[in-house]
Nanobody
Framework: QVQVVESGGGLVQAGGSLRLSCTVS????????MAWFRQAPWKEREGVSCIIWIGRSTEYADSVKGRFTISRDNAKNTEYLQMDSLKTDKKDMYYCAADQSPYRSCSIAWPTRFSHWGKGTQVTISS
């Protein structure tokens, strides 16, 4: 059984930084692309970033380019999202997801490609 567990969320001031982590068990982590999505209250889930299985190719939403960095440590079955210059008055649930098939490129435009999801970690940015 695949388990995806996010951590690292919390309350942070605008302009600050936060690092999210996601640990996966139950599959060969190093074979699968990984992604981060987020969802604000009353809004649709949106793609934030993804990284391919060998970690050499990444994709970011335009809204986070230059501020967020995705990475992975295959030896630890963990992916990360370093978030800097966080914008004010935002409250989002961040979700980690693993691709449904191995050895693929990633795209945050297609959330249905990701079949293993965590329960999310809350990020709240105060002004």
């Amino acid at each position: 059984q695949v388990q995806v567990v996010e951590s690292g969320g919390g309350l942070v001031q605008a302009g600050g930084s936060l690092r999210l982590s996601c640990t996966v068990s139950g599959l060969r982590f190093d074979y699968y692309a990984m992604a981060w999505f987020r969802q604000a209250p009353w809004k649709e889930r949106e793609g934030v970033s993804c990284i391919i299985w060998i970690g050499r190719s990444t994709e970011y939403a335009d809204s986070v380019k230059g501020r967020f960095t995705i990475s992975r440590d295959n030896a630890k079955n963990t992916e990360y999202l370093q978030m800097d210059s966080l914008k004010t008055d935002k409250k989002d649930m961040y979700y980690c997801a693993a691709d449904q098939s191995p050895y693929r490129s990633c795209s945050i435009a297609w959330p249905t490609r990701f079949s293993h999801w965590g329960k999310g970690t809350q990020v709240t940015i105060s002004s």
